[in-house]
């Protein structure tokens, strides 16, 4: 899922940014866990939903990411901006979860839901991206129930 690149491209996430999201996300949420503090959670969803609903342009991680590592993203390795937003739609819908169970009192459930997500992002920093395989299956199962009057997919069925 990844491609060289010589600068950032339209079409790409570079892998720096990448890894920032995933340490923002880890980070923020153990935060949160050992100080106890749900609104850690609440301010990683709102930093997350601009980015879901409009991309790169709607993301303040890529915007400091860009400016942060910006040698680093020259030549950079990318990964595919839509992988990228369905990891953070996924991100996005468990730390929505875990804010109502927040609100309705369930502060047990609101961290287990946060916890998902901190596991993922450690996970996907040592090298397996959990998302990234869901969105492989969803695309997988996406292409053999409509072939190719679906959407464009580059993964191969069964014969």
Do not use: H
Not at 62 to 75: D, E, H
Not at 125 to 139: H, T, V
Request: proline share 4%; aromatic share 12%; net charge positive.
């Amino acid at each position: 899922m990844t491609t060289q690149i010589s600068e950032v491209s339209p079409a790409g996430i570079p892998l720096p940014i990448v890894k920032f999201n995933r340490w923002i996300l880890l980070t923020g949420i153990v935060a949160a866990l050992l100080l106890q503090q749900p609104l850690i959670t609440t301010i990683l969803f709102l930093l997350l939903l601009p980015a879901v609903i409009f991309g790169r342009k709607g993301s303040l991680i890529f915007f400091a990411g860009s400016k942060l590592f910006s040698k680093q993203n020259k030549g950079a390795s990318t990964e595919d901006a839509g992988l990228m937003r369905f990891n953070n739609s996924i991100a996005l819908i468990l730390l929505g979860i875990a804010q109502v169970a927040f609100i309705a009192g369930q502060a047990v459930a609101g961290w287990i839901f946060s916890g998902i997500v901190a596991l993922a992002a450690a996970i996907a920093l040592s090298g397996f991206c959990f998302g990234c395989f869901l969105y492989f299956q969803f695309n997988l199962q996406r292409y053999k129930l409509f072939g190719q009057a679906g959407q464009k997919c580059d993964v191969p069925t069964e014969s």
